[in-house]
């Protein structure tokens, strides 16, 4: 009898805890460009900004307008290199970046559309810079590392030179439906203002309610963010998607508990349970400020990817979920969703390192906070 009812325990136990396959209704789906492939390159950051980009051009105007990525990158790297070469080689040079770095060569470049520069020479298929950026790195450390310590007046015409060769010349007119535009005006021409966009994060080793350098690895151009508590930056994300703003995201996605394939990113009450939470519904962890801190400051956080937040869901348990917007193209072997993950809340709150909004995006209170 004792076997028996323990039987019958164990039985509604594991019927309680039955896991169940996700099934998500969309909250929120604002509109946005379809989903493309960033290649075999590390520039997240210009094709997740310039997705956000394109999404703020279809609110301000109704117009899509497909931009080029890689007319952003190739008037980047010049600034990365100059960076690198006046630090004498301490500094990092590579491929990552934040958003902030399209705002800034949006604000000094203006824009173009894909038409016009897509970045990809000759007969090559897709994005590839492996070469590129090894040919470079090579270049900018003879220059650092000469033996006479004395550096070549050449070096900004051999950046920009092999730039040329790997990515094409840059832009200086062209025509776009029937008009003649240079990449300045055609930047006005879409409505976009750089000053009108801004970073904000959640830290608590530096003051709330102030903006401050965030010290990254990608952050080499040492852009401000403003710092916020937790739920005042969810709040925010909420705000604009409620809204109609799209919100631009910094973020780490080196968790097992992050599947493309799997078309999820969630935080497992046990770690244990990781591949089992991937699958369906599981326990999550409760996220606050100080776990979210001790997570970044171990190294456990860590900026690595950028992408972009179009809607809102919520599972059949009444979960929330962010859709996210990926840069890894579409192919259904890896990637669900049509390319998009959904991050549960818990996710968000602890691997969202900064999001960048219009700053008519911010609910009335915050934004007298920060004096916005």
């Known amino acids: 009898m004792k076997v028996q009812l323990f039987l ?47 999404s703020e051009i279809i609110r301000i105007s109704g117009k899509q307008i497909d931009l080029s990525e890689m007319y952003t990158v190739r008037n980047t790297y010049p600034k990365k290199a100059e960076n690198y070469i006046m630090r004498q080689g301490k500094a990092q040079f590579s491929e990552g970046g934040l958003a902030h770095d399209v705002m800034n060569s949006v604000r000094e470049f203006g824009l173009v559309p894909q038409s016009v520069y897509s970045g990809i020479p000759g ?46 010349e840059n832009v200086e007119e062209f025509n776009y439906d029937g008009k003649r535009y240079t990449p300045s005006s055609f930047s006005e021409m879409t409505g976009i203002d750089p000053d009108d966009y801004i970073t904000l994060t959640s830290f608590a080793h530096a003051p709330y309610n102030e903006s401050f350098i965030l010290n ?65 519904i599981y326990p999550e962890r409760q996220i606050d400020q100080v776990f979210r801190q001790s997570e970044f400051e171990n190294y456990n956080t860590t900026d ?16 929330r979920y962010y859709k996210v917007k990926n840069s890894w193209g579409t192919d259904e072997s890896r990637n669900a969703n049509g390319g998009y993950v ?20 911010l609910p009335e209170a915050i934004a007298r906070k920060l004096n916005l």
């Not at 604002?30 to 997240?44: A, D, F, H, K, Y």
């Not at 690595?304 to 979960?319: A, C, K, S, V, Y």
Request: glycine share 6%; net charge negative; hydrophobic share 40%.
């Open 216 to 280: 990254i690895p990608d952050n080499w151009s040492n852009g401000s963010m403003y710092n916020l508590p937790l739920d005042e930056m969810m709040q925010i994300v909420d705000h604009a998607l409620e809204n109609g703003f799209t919100v631009e995201l910094d973020c780490d996605v080196s968790e097992r508990s992050f599947s493309s394939k799997d078309g999820v990113a969630i935080v497992p009450a046990s770690s244990e349970n990781t591949i089992k939470a991937l699958q369906g």
């Open 342 to 361: 959904y991050f549960s809340t818990s996710y968000m709150r602890l691997k969202a390192i900064s999001i960048m909004v219009h700053k008519d995006a």
């Open 123 to 168: 007969t090559q298929k897709g994005h590839n810079h492996a070469e590129m950026i090894a040919v470079l790195s090579s270049m900018l450390e003879t220059y650092v590392n000469n033996p006479g310590r004395e550096l070549s007046s050449k070096w900004r015409d051999a950046v920009q030179a092999m730039l040329d060769i790997y990515l094409g």
């Open 304 to 319: 690595d990817h950028l992408m972009h937040i179009t809607g809102l869901l919520e599972d059949q348990n009444g979960t």
């Open 8 to 54: 019958a325990a164990l039985w509604l136990f594991s019927s309680s805890f039955a896991q169940q396959a996700y099934q998500f209704n969309t909250l929120i789906d604002l509109e946005t460009t379809p989903v493309i492939s960033q290649g075999r390159t590390g520039t997240c950051w210009s094709f997740s900004s310039t997705s956000f980009l394109e």
